[in-house]
């Protein structure tokens, strides 16, 4: 089972849009420094997508001796440029960001009063799922369900092998609530051919996230988003979600989330709302579609190179 997480998802579609002919004058590591050899004979660039407190990350960049070996870095946000400059002070001459990209746009169909909303989850289950179970165990009077596309095999059968047992219990609870239904893993391809069938992205995160792919697929496909204002979240979805306000105690953060929802359900039907994510789907094609990704990378990369010569 391939990986089939942000991070290679984001470097194969990298690899679809940019030209191969530029694209060989580069070594491209993801994420985890030395993941690949350095190659002297190329601009090696550290792409960097994780946070800034991975274990297998933190140790490297506190070493600044470090910090000489890659020639550019790479950053998915601002925010995520912003906590390594200030944790590790990256040299602040060699970083640049180009945030994530998507490339499917649904038509979206207008949600009529009455119908039973749908909502997503398809994020990992260490992010936020005990949250959500939590808020959707207060909405069982509330017109809604939500579909949950969780589990650690997205990383792969050996990290899944190592990991999945630890959250058993969170999807056994999954299971005996009646507006969950607990799917588990399905190939990205699967969830992004039906997403848009939903009309929310139910995203009570818990995780500080550098970017998440999976709210620019949802905004993308039109879906309301309710996420926590937590991590990069607050920059990559702009001013289209309902923003629900972290709070370390789950218990009040489930509360508050099972709260947005059961608003955002009472508001579905509003021709305001779906004109609010008509707008939200043309905004995330204007800035994150990855033709627009295309001419950042290329654009970035030929700088380089010719610099460089």
């Not at 001796?65 to 925010?79: E, G, L, Q």
């Not at 039973?116 to 398809?122: A, C, D, E, N, Y």
């Not at 009040?252 to 779906?274: G, Q, T, Y």
Request: hydrophobic content about 35%; glycine content about 4%.
């Amino acid at each position: 089972m391939t990986p089939q997480g942000g991070t290679e998802i984001q470097h194969r579609l990298l690899e679809h849009y940019v030209d191969e002919n530029l694209l060989k004058h580069f070594q491209i590591c993801t994420s985890i420094p030395d993941k690949i050899p350095l190659d002297n004979n190329k601009i090696n660039i550290l792409w960097q997508k994780n946070s800034y407190d991975q274990p297998n990350i933190a140790p490297w960049f506190k070493d600044k001796a470090n910090h000489s070996k890659y020639d550019w870095y790479i950053f998915n946000s601002h925010w995520n440029y912003e906590k390594f400059r200030y944790m590790f002070d990256v040299p602040t001459h060699k970083c640049h960001v180009i945030k994530n990209g998507v490339n499917n746009f649904p038509v979206r169909t207008e949600f009529k009063e009455g119908n039973r909303v749908r909502m997503l989850f398809h994020v990992t289950p260490w992010r936020g799922l005990n949250v959500l179970l939590g808020a959707m165990s207060l909405l069982k009077d509330c017109n809604v369900e939500v579909d949950v596309f969780s589990s650690c095999k997205i990383y792969g059968e050996d990290f899944a092998n190592q990991n999945e047992s630890a959250y058993e219990p969170l999807y056994e609870q999954a299971r005996k609530l009646e507006n969950v239904n607990y799917i588990g893993y399905k190939e990205h391809s699967f969830i992004q051919k039906f997403m848009y069938r939903y009309h929310m992205f139910a995203y009570p995160s818990i995780w500080e996230e550098t970017s998440c792919n999976s709210a620019l697929e949802a905004m993308a496909s039109g879906l309301y988003c309710i996420v926590t204002n937590y991590g990069a979240l607050y920059e990559t979805c702009s001013e289209f979600p309902i923003y629900v306000t972290y709070d370390k105690n789950y218990k009040n953060l489930s509360l508050a989330f099972a709260h947005a929802i059961r608003e955002a359900v009472d508001m579905m039907h509003e021709p305001e709302i779906h004109k609010h994510l008509i707008m939200q789907q043309e905004f995330v094609k204007k800035f994150y579609s990855w033709e627009k990704k295309k001419l950042e990378w290329t654009s970035f990369l030929q700088g380089v190179l010719s610099a460089k010569k």
